[in-house]
């Protein structure tokens, strides 16, 4: 058997931007048996910090508006996007054009959603007796709380519990107590949380809607029904996205996990094939109107990269709902603590 | 025994104890940015005075290496040599010389005083993809990420649990390019 790694990667990533520099570092977060690395990564080099627990006097954890500001950012950017669409909708506009400002607007809305469910932003600096240094990877409020709630035990471990002299001179330093030995914190981690997989079954559901109404919209030519299949695609896409940021953490089979990212690996893939027809499409026909994408049906091969697309999305969808049957069928989880 | 006051990281201005180790975040009287403290121990003990190495007193007992008038307290685990309080340098539960320490230091053999190490692995994929963006740099950026690639494959990589990847990658990149521009100048030369 390999020996264990000496470090294990933390939660959290971040940017650590320099002033008036072009590029910023990425950093993140390692735990050593007696220490916290900071690692910051260039483009061929990484540097390292390291707090041993010994030394570690204070986190001190800021809430910030980031979030907010970048949501705002990202509203106007959906709203810039989303509004020319609808004008186009309307007035039966160019097909490319409306599919474009489809795509972004789209585009914007998951980065939106994304921003949103990733938690509020904070700023989180660690100090010790001679320095306070910025934690960047630690940029989200719950991971930072997740991440704290790890190093409090393994901190007061290395330290000791504060003395009965030490708490009358610092009543507030009783909140430290540590629930348990670090070791036991270590080798037990947190129970996962009870997830019933209804998030990822509407994904799987959805795959297979969408697989069928696209069939159906290129056997009969039907228009409204291929828009509603965009639609599903559209819908798929944001379930998906938020069912593998809250899949994190919970009782669900590394199976389940796995093929909501396929998921999401085949709607990327989807979206860019069919931004790719569209552009030729838009070339060889410029001022056709194009509404619901049936109309770059003689387009060579797109019927059949269309109709292969849906085989696969049915088969993701397939396969993930007879595994998520074997996850339906097992008893619930008992609630994490 | 009174801790070293927190200061609120947005003002400068200092914390207030009743904010400390609270459950959840609490506006700073100064700023109001919403803050959570976490404080340990370690706030509350001061460093002590270090420690200068007792002097040598009977004649003939056990002095360090390095300050022959002050009494040994142990020998450096890597040379053996004597040494006092002064000289004595802990390290993950190791007592070492200065000396020692200065010399593993330069053979990067002490990975915990190491503070960068260059990642060959991301530089070769680096010069192996970005030259392809601009089609004719890669016809020199190729070759040379292929070299970095052989050439450090085994070559210490980070500190931390790193894959290989990345090599791969830059090896299939810059054989595909290599690839590519052999048989377009091979297809250029029959042509002719």
């Known amino acids: 058997m390999a020996a264990p790694a000496p470090y294990t990667k933390l939660p959290g990533r971040g940017l650590r931007r320099a002033i008036l520099a072009v590029t910023a570092t990425r950093c993140r977060l390692w735990l050593a048996a007696d220490h916290l690395l900071a690692v910051d990564y260039t483009i061929a080099s990484e540097e390292y910090r390291r707090f041993y627990f010994r030394d570690i006097e204070a986190f001190i954890v800021r809430r910030t508006a980031q979030r907010q500001v970048w949501n705002w950012i990202l509203l106007a950017l959906l709203l810039l996007t989303a509004g020319p669409f609808f004008v186009a909708w309307r007035s039966e506009g160019s097909g490319g054009f409306l599919i474009t400002t489809l795509i972004f607007a789209a585009f914007w809305s998951i980065c939106l959603l994304v921003n949103t469910l990733r938690g509020p932003t904070c700023q989180t600096h660690i100090r010790t007796a001679v320095q306070l240094e910025q934690l960047p990877s630690l940029s989200r409020l719950p991971v930072a709380r997740r991440v704290l709630r790890l190093l409090q035990p393994l901190i007061i471990e290395a330290q000791g519990a504060a003395t009965s002299e030490e708490l009358a001179a610092a009543p507030w330093m009783a909140a430290t107590t540590p629930v348990g030995p670090a070791s036991a914190v270590r080798s037990e981690p947190k129970p996962p949380r009870a997830d019933r997989g209804y998030l990822h079954g509407a994904l799987f559901g959805l795959l297979i809607a969408e697989a069928a109404l696209t069939a159906v919209a290129y056997f009969f030519g039907d228009e409204p029904i291929s828009i509603f299949s965009l639609l599903a695609m559209l819908g798929g896409c944001v379930i998906c996205v938020t069912a593998l940021i809250r899949q994190g953490e919970t009782d669900l089979s590394a199976a389940v996990r796995g093929l909501a990212k396929v998921a999401l690996g085949y709607y990327a893939l989807k979206s860019v094939i069919g931004f790719v027809y569209m552009m030729i499409f838009a070339v060889r026909n410029p001022g056709t109107p194009m509404v619901t994408g049936l109309e770059m049906v003689d387009e060579p091969g797109f019927s059949e990269v269309a109709l292969g697309s849906a085989g696969l999305g049915a088969a993701i969808g397939l396969i993930g709902l007879i595994v998520l049957l074997g996850h339906f069928r097992r008893p619930p989880a008992s609630p994490a603590a | ?192």
């Open chain 2, 1 to 192: 025994m009174t801790p070293r006051l927190v200061a609120c990281t947005k003002c400068r201005a200092s914390l207030p104890p009743v904010l400390y180790n609270a459950p959840d975040l609490r506006a700073c009287p100064a700023c109001g940015a919403r803050t959570q403290v976490e404080v340990f121990p370690a706030a509350l003990r001061s460093a002590g005075s270090a420690s200068i190495g007792e002097a040598v007193i009977v004649e003939g007992e056990a002095s360090c290496f390095y300050h022959p008038a002050k009494k040994a307290v142990l020998p450096c685990e890597s040379c053996g040599r004597f040494l006092c309080a002064l000289c004595d340098v802990e390290l993950n539960d190791q007592h070492i010389c200065p000396a020692c320490l200065a010399a593993g230091k330069k053979k990067g053999k002490l990975q915990q005083f190491e503070n960068r190490r260059t990642l060959y692995d991301s530089l070769a994929l680096a010069v192996a993809f970005f030259p392809m963006l601009l089609v004719w740099p890669s016809l020199l950026g190729a070759p040379i990420a292929l070299y970095i690639a052989l050439r450090y494959w085994k070559a210490p990589s980070s500190i931390v649990p790193r894959g290989k990847w990345r090599f791969v990658v830059a090896i299939i990149l810059a054989l595909a390019q290599i690839g590519g521009w052999t048989a377009m100048f091979i297809a250029i030369f029959h042509r002719d």
